[in-house]
């Protein structure tokens, strides 16, 4: 059973390192949609919880009036919504944490990107559509129920997420497909650009084989196909391997976007490497 606190804290506005603003918002910790491949399970303070990531959202019930504090002071003109957190998860149904968020952001004339895969963004657009977010990265991904149930448990459908990043350009908001994670030999590419066909591209992500919990994230898609057990353990330890079947993935995108005329960018880990995404290239 999820758990929901109610929590205060003392900051909202967090520095970031992250190019698409100054500062990073999280309206919650935590996630109840609970997507095993999250990078977010590593962080070091998610790690000191002593519930399970997935289990529980505590939500920053004060961070509205935190930041028009904080927005006096600090003055920023760039922020981002969402790094460690979904905004638009069910718990935002309940508080609009995330609604009065925008809606400050909006009348301090605060510009923001926003990350997410919850169709419930499309509630927001009113708010979206008031010019300051410059950018929403929206996650899609496309594998069978099967594995979904494995890696994804609680997320909304992937139809459900289609639909809303078509409801978003058709508004003329400022959407970029985010394919994420690729997972090798079984996530399916075909098609994925003519879904979205006010997209001026699609961004995709290859999974990170260097995640705290790799192990953990291959014994659970391996439970459903074990031929691809020997793939997976080739993918953490042989670098040759590892280069040419990203390759393979990456020839294959490039022929989807060609035959539709479509921008696209790939993010692939370098091999033994960690997450290094800057969200900068459209």
């Known amino acids: 059973m999820l758990e929901l606190n109610e929590v205060k804290i003392n900051r909202i506005l967090n520095p970031t390192s992250i190019d698409l603003g100054e500062y990073v918002i999280n309206p919650f910790m935590g996630c109840e949609f609970n997507c095993i491949y999250c990078y977010v399970r590593s962080n070091r303070v998610v790690s000191k919880k002593a519930k399970p990531w997935g289990t529980y959202v505590d939500v920053r019930i004060n961070a509205p009036q ?128 003519g879904k979205f066909k006010k997209a001026d591209s699609v961004e995709f992500e290859c999974l990170n084989f260097q995640l705290a919990n790799i192990s953990d994230i291959i014994k659970s898609i391996t439970s459903k196909n074990q031929d691809l057990n020997e793939k997976y353990q080739k993918m953490l330890n042989d670098k040759i391997f590892y280069t040419q079947a990203w390759s393979a993935v990456e020839e294959n995108i490039k022929k989807e976007a060609e035959s539709v005329k479509k921008r696209y960018n790939i993010y692939i880990h370098n091999f033994g490497g960690y997450f290094k995404n800057t969200y900068d290239k459209v």
């Open 66 to 193: 935190l930041l028009e504090k904080e927005i006096a002071l600090k003055r920023p003109k760039k922020v981002f919504l969402g790094s460690t957190t979904e905004c638009f998860q069910p718990a935002e149904n309940r508080y609009k944490i995330t609604e009065k968020i925008l809606r400050i952001l909006n009348k301090n004339k605060i510009y923001y990107a926003i990350l997410t895969r919850s169709p419930y963004i499309t509630e927001s657009i009113p708010l979206l559509k008031e010019g300051f977010c410059y950018r929403i990265y929206f996650t899609i991904n496309r594998f069978s129920q099967e594995y979904k149930s494995i890696v994804e448990p609680k997320s909304p459908s992937f139809e459900l997420r289609d639909d809303a990043v078509n409801k978003l350009l058709e508004e003329g908001l400022p959407v970029v497909p985010y394919f994420s994670p690729i997972l090798p030999w079984i996530s399916d590419i075909r098609g994925v650009f």
